[in-house]
């Protein structure tokens, strides 16, 4: 038996069947006795098997717990823990559609079991072994004939309007999420959609009538609640997935998508760089990086392919969803790709700035690649090096960091359109600022580039 | 004490009324999900009927081969 001294987990108080909580670094998920009758359900009717078989379900144990309240108690379960927990607004168009089509394809596997999925949040979606999986254990319910989907509306606001919105009007449109918590509000998404959209049929339906009929009944309470039979919400379900599928999103024109063909590395030098990234990783065997400014994930991946978990960070949708392409080819199961954008990182968002996690928050980490990438941030961004070297030493243990020249022909574009006010940007005060935080364990000379790279273990 | 049993058997009728409910799912929402599912509905037999028929011809020159 376990004591239960715990800590809530904050995003998980909406449902009153139960909520997550964390003891000594594991994640549990209390279910209350009045979710008893479904919890059976699922786990009984063969639904529990299916899904986690899968890989659509996260699984779970069930654990002996000693609880303060065991009036309302059931049980206590043990889930997977998810390595990285990210966030609609970090993934990319085909990570989010994805997420759609796996949610989809659990409510027609619940309904099949006489479930039926009673939340579609996209923040009960994550990443789990490179594929998306629902992570929510108690959001199903038992299905009764003729009752509508009651989870239509949150999937049109989480998955459909985001990606109709990324595919037809502007991919940065999925940062919407960051303001609207509970998904994009159908009507503000309608307004921004392209006139074409209201001649697709199933667009129009499903979010351009929604949000007129939304409005319409906007509190209005149901007299009668209309009966949807099984046949017809099969087929809305059919329809939803179906509008889903045919989205595309072909990243091109973004700025960094083709980057690598763009840069001044020679072959040579971009092989040695991959080389002494290598030994940097051999000599401190870390247990998980992240890479920031990972482009399409080329350096990322010597770190994954040695089953290291590597979060592939990068500002660019574009880059990351290619990103996310390779994964998918290959079945990579130790990378995740995320759209981050460093100047401004994911920040605590929903009550009280704690429902969703900051992106400091999800960290530290052990090892930051920091990769072709200071230059953007002390150029672009005009920060002080020493700014970055403190905001590099609360997030991680080691860093391997590229440091970029200002003779290279990369700063030198930077600095075309504009003054260089940058009189301290030189590798002596490089070294200087970061030595505050840092100990310089190793630097080499990339040959063939003007550029050095670094491995630093924290003060 | 009394109290917090009857507080806690108050919650736990409140919670069990809710049990299944805890998400708004909208009056408009509800309706055009409805109208929406009769118009698809309908379309969804013709999908189902046409993968049958492409089923069994594919599974007679299937056969054949």
Same mark, same amino acid.
């Given at each position: 038996?376990?004591?239960?001294?715990?800590?809530?987990?904050?995003?998980?108080?909406?449902?009153?069947?139960?909520?997550?909580?964390?003891?000594?670094?594991?994640?549990?998920?209390?279910?209350?006795?009045?979710?008893?009758?479904?919890?059976?359900?699922?786990?009984?009717?063969?639904?529990?098997?299916?899904?986690?078989?899968?890989?659509?379900?996260?699984?779970? $144990?069930?654990?002996?717990?000693?609880?303060?309240?065991? *009036?309302?108690?059931?049980?206590?379960?043990?889930?997977?823990? @998810?390595?990285?927990?990210?966030?609609?607004?970090?993934?990319?168009?085909?990570?989010?559609?994805?997420?759609?089509?796996?949610?989809?394809? $659990?409510?027609?596997?619940?309904?099949?079991?006489?479930?039926?999925?009673?939340?579609?949040?996209?923040? #009960?979606?994550?990443?789990?072994?490179?594929?998306?999986?629902?992570?929510?254990?108690?959001?199903?319910?038992? /299905?009764?004939?003729?009752?509508? =989907?009651? %989870?239509?509306?949150?999937?049109?606001?989480?998955?459909?309007?985001?990606?109709?919105?990324?595919?037809?009007?502007?991919?940065?449109?999925?940062?919407?999420?960051? $303001? !609207?918590?509970?998904?994009?509000?159908? *009507?503000?998404?309608?307004?921004?959609?392209?006139?074409?959209?209201?001649?697709?049929?199933?667009?129009?339906?499903?979010?351009?009538?929604?949000?007129?009929?939304? &409005?319409?009944?906007?509190?209005?309470?149901?007299?009668?609640?209309?009966?949807?039979?099984?046949?017809?919400?099969?087929?809305?379900?059919?329809?939803?997935?179906?509008?889903?599928?045919?989205?595309?999103?072909?990243?091109?024109?973004?700025? =960094?998508?083709?980057? /690598?063909?763009?840069?001044?590395?020679?072959?040579?030098?971009? &092989?040695?760089?991959?080389?002494?990234?290598?030994?940097?990783?051999?000599?401190? #065997?870390?247990?998980?990086? =992240?890479?920031?400014?990972? #482009?399409?994930?080329?350096?990322?991946?010597?770190?994954?392919?040695?089953?290291?978990?590597? $979060?592939?960070?990068?500002?660019?949708?574009?880059?990351?969803?290619?990103?996310?392409?390779?994964?998918?080819?290959? #079945?990579?199961?130790?990378?995740?790709?995320? @759209?981050? *954008?460093?100047?401004?990182?994911?920040?605590?968002?929903?009550?009280?700035?704690?429902?969703?996690?900051?992106?400091?928050?999800?960290?530290?980490?052990?090892?930051?690649?920091?990769?072709?990438?200071?230059?953007?941030?002390?150029?672009?961004?005009?920060?002080?090096?020493?700014?970055? %070297?403190?905001?590099?030493?609360?997030?991680?243990?080691?860093?391997?960091?590229?440091? @970029?020249?200002?003779?290279?022909?990369?700063?030198?574009?930077?600095?075309?359109?504009?003054?260089?006010?940058?009189?301290? !940007?030189?590798?002596?005060?490089?070294?200087?600022?970061?030595?505050?935080?840092?100990?310089?364990?190793?630097?080499? &000379?990339?040959?063939?580039?003007?550029? /050095?790279?670094?491995?630093?273990?924290?003060? | 004490?009394?109290?917090?049993?009857?507080?806690?058997?108050?919650?736990?009728?409140?919670?069990?009324?809710?049990?299944?409910?805890?998400?708004?799912?909208?009056?408009?929402?509800?309706?055009?999900?409805?109208?929406?599912?009769?118009?698809?509905?309908?379309?969804?037999?013709? &999908?189902?009927? /046409?993968?049958?028929?492409?089923?069994?011809?594919?599974?007679?020159?299937?056969?054949?081969?």
């Amino acid at each position: 038996m376990k004591s239960e001294e715990k800590q809530n987990i904050a995003g998980s108080f909406r449902d009153p069947s139960g909520f997550l909580f964390k003891e000594n670094g594991k994640i549990y998920r209390r279910i209350n006795k009045v979710y008893a009758d479904d919890y059976e359900q699922l786990m009984f009717s063969g639904l529990y098997n299916k899904l986690v078989e899968n890989h659509l379900l996260i699984p779970h $144990i069930e654990t002996e717990f000693k609880s303060a309240d065991n *009036d309302l108690l059931y049980k206590i379960i043990q889930p997977e823990l @998810v390595q990285f927990i990210s966030y609609p607004y970090e993934w990319s168009f085909s990570q989010l559609k994805d997420a759609a089509l796996t949610t989809l394809n $659990i409510q027609k596997i619940a309904m099949e079991h006489g479930m039926s999925l009673k939340d579609s949040t996209a923040y #009960n979606i994550q990443f789990w072994n490179g594929k998306p999986v629902l992570i929510d254990t108690l959001s199903f319910e038992k /299905y009764k004939e003729g009752e509508p =989907w009651v %989870a239509y509306k949150q999937f049109c606001q989480h998955f459909l309007l985001p990606l109709v919105l990324m595919s037809y009007t502007d991919i940065r449109l999925s940062q919407l999420f960051r $303001i !609207y918590i509970d998904g994009i509000p159908l *009507d503000l998404g309608a307004k921004l959609l392209p006139r074409k959209t209201r001649f697709k049929f199933s667009i129009f339906a499903h979010i351009h009538l929604h949000a007129k009929s939304q &409005k319409k009944y906007e509190d209005k309470a149901i007299e009668k609640r209309s009966r949807i039979s099984k046949f017809k919400l099969l087929a809305l379900i059919d329809s939803l997935e179906t509008t889903v599928k045919n989205l595309k999103w072909n990243p091109k024109g973004t700025e =960094w998508a083709d980057y /690598y063909d763009i840069t001044n590395y020679s072959s040579d030098a971009f &092989k040695c760089k991959k080389n002494y990234i290598e030994e940097f990783l051999k000599s401190i #065997n870390p247990a998980s990086v =992240w890479d920031l400014g990972a #482009n399409t994930g080329i350096f990322s991946r010597i770190a994954s392919e040695k089953n290291i978990p590597t $979060i592939s960070f990068d500002v660019d949708p574009a880059a990351v969803e290619k990103n996310y392409q390779i994964c998918k080819e290959k #079945n990579e199961t130790n990378i995740l790709p995320l @759209v981050l *954008d460093l100047t401004n990182p994911s920040g605590g968002i929903g009550w009280a700035n704690q429902e969703r996690m900051s992106f400091i928050e999800r960290g530290p980490v052990d090892t930051v690649f920091a990769l072709a990438l200071i230059h953007h941030l002390a150029i672009s961004n005009n920060l002080p090096l020493i700014n970055i %070297a403190e905001f590099f030493s609360s997030i991680c243990k080691f860093l391997i960091i590229e440091f @970029v020249p200002k003779s290279d022909s990369q700063v030198k574009k930077l600095l075309l359109t504009r003054e260089d006010i940058f009189d301290k !940007y030189d590798k002596e005060n490089f070294e200087k600022d970061f030595d505050n935080y840092f100990n310089i364990r190793k630097y080499l &000379k990339i040959e063939g580039s003007e550029r /050095y790279l670094y491995l630093m273990e924290k003060k | 004490m009394k109290q917090l049993k009857y507080f806690a058997l108050l919650m736990f009728f409140l919670f069990a009324l809710d049990a299944s409910a805890y998400l708004d799912p909208g009056t408009g929402s509800l309706i055009i999900q409805a109208l929406i599912a009769g118009f698809v509905g309908a379309a969804f037999v013709i &999908k189902i009927y /046409y993968k049958k028929i492409k089923d069994f011809f594919a599974n007679i020159f299937s056969k054949k081969k």
